[in-house]
């Protein structure tokens, strides 16, 4: 565990925040963004993005645990 990199780990677990929508998160997250700047698509999009975050955190976690 020496070495480990927190990025990668925050990066997998604010990806769950997002893809399973806990306690409207997405939702929240994109009526406030869209205040300030245009959002193509719309809660769903973030919630796709946060399934993609999941994966690639997960990857670069796996790989920290590897090396």
């Known amino acids: 565990m020496n070495g480990f990199d927190l990025g ?3 990066f997998f677990i604010f ?3 997002f893809a399973l929508n806990i306690r409207g ?3 929240r997250t994109y009526r406030y963004a869209s205040r300030f700047m245009l959002m193509i698509g ?3 999009t973030l919630q796709i ?3 993609i975050w999941i994966f690639v955190g997960g990857t670069l976690v796996a790989l920290d645990f590897l090396s």
């Open 8 to 10: 990668p780990l925050l």
């Open 15 to 17: 990806g769950w925040f």
């Open 25 to 27: 998160t997405t939702d």
């Open 42 to 44: 719309g809660s769903a």
């Open 49 to 51: 993005m946060g399934w």
